[in-house]
């Protein structure tokens, strides 16, 4: 019997190897295939970097490398099998000339090998498992990695008597990364991650988890959840009364997410985090960035808008320097991209085309009846420390 699936693969396979680097090279226009939890559980990263990729349109214009740039996006509702799907029509029938998105480490992973086999540039502007980059050569990241933000919140906790600590992260790649990150450093200065607890990505219930924490009764609870659960996590610890029983909270700034921060009350106040970007970073730059993408949307922009914007920023450039090119001459033009982001400072690493960045400890005070994370401390720099290991 004649395997009709299996044939169907090869097919499509083919067509992502033929259409390669110079199938574009011919056209004005070169096309941007965008993949984003518009809907779903996620949904909140892709209204953010959706915002953000259309202020850098209205400012930067529609043209890059000499070319009409158009950008196509496309919700996977951060199914993997979607977006393996979607990636694979823009390649194939859009022909675009980078993907970019990919709001999840699984969608990011799912997409990975088209990237490979189409010879595609892939930029990731929100997932954040170290080991993304590594996926493919075609993959270059904006966003952050959860190693990166985690080892300067461990040292932080160190130096100020945290030495029992619970940890908690969501149950897959970047929860992973968070987890054994923290807790090799805590442990390494003297300290010691006495529980790891775990809640899915899916419909996390925190009731089970916040009781353990309570039982363990740690010096503090370090938490990584992605964007979009800090809200619901911080309204359970504050119900659940942890943070009158004296357990300090200490979270990545997905927690403390600028998206939701001002919906989260009061028992947010106080909570330390680390992260690459906040919307208080007090730069001109991020001045500039906050108040026009306030303007166009209406809400705060968070992390997620700041990986979509510099993403673009990203392929534009690339695609000057390439006068339109995909393929590899656009990676290549994409590593070693310095510039100054909304967040400070930031490299695209060549060897790793991942990120080196600044890293923010921040505690979140009230200001104007507004809650914001305030940056206290820089970590300059930080290569993921997720590689070459
Ligand atoms: C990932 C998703 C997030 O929303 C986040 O804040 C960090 C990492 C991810 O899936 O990689």
Known sequence: MINTTKRVTLTAMSALALIGSGAHAQSDTVKIGVILPMTGQQAS????????????????????????????IKDDGSLPDATRRLAQELVVNDKVVALAGFGITPSAMAAAPIATQSKTPLVVMAAATSSITEASP????????????????AEWASANKIKKVVSLVADYGPGYDAEKFFAERILFNGGQVI?????????????????????ANPDALFVFLPSGQGAAFMKQFGERGLDKAGIRLIATGDVTDDDQLN?????????????HYSAAHPSPANKKFVEAFQAANKFRPNFMAVGGYDGMRLIYKGL???????????VTAMKGQLF????????IDAQTRDIIQDVYIRKVEK?????????????????DPGKNR
Do not use: C
């Not at 529980?195 to 039982?215: H, W």
């Not at 000057?320 to 656009?330: E, P, Y």
């Not at 100054?340 to 490299?347: A, W």
């Open 45 to 72: 990263t892709g209204r953010q970097i959706d915002a953000a990729i259309k202020l850098w349109v209205a400012q930067n214009g529609n043209k890059a490398g000499g070319k009409k740039v158009e950008v196509i």
């Open 138 to 153: 075609y993959v270059v990241r904006t966003s952050f990695t959860l190693p990166q933000v985690s080892v300067g919140l």
């Open 195 to 215: 529980e790891k607890l775990r809640t899915p990505l899916r419909a996390p219930d925190f009731a089970p988890v916040l009781q353990k924490v309570r039982d």
């Open 263 to 275: 919906d989260m009350g009061d028992v947010a106040i106080g909570v330390v985090s680390s992260h």
């Open 320 to 330: 000057d320097t390439t006068k339109g090119a995909g393929g590899d001459a656009l």
């Open 340 to 347: 100054e982001s909304p967040r400070g400072q930031v490299l």
């Open 367 to 383: 200001k104007d009846g507004q809650l914001w994370n305030i940056e206290f401390d820089t970590i300059k720099s930080v290569k």
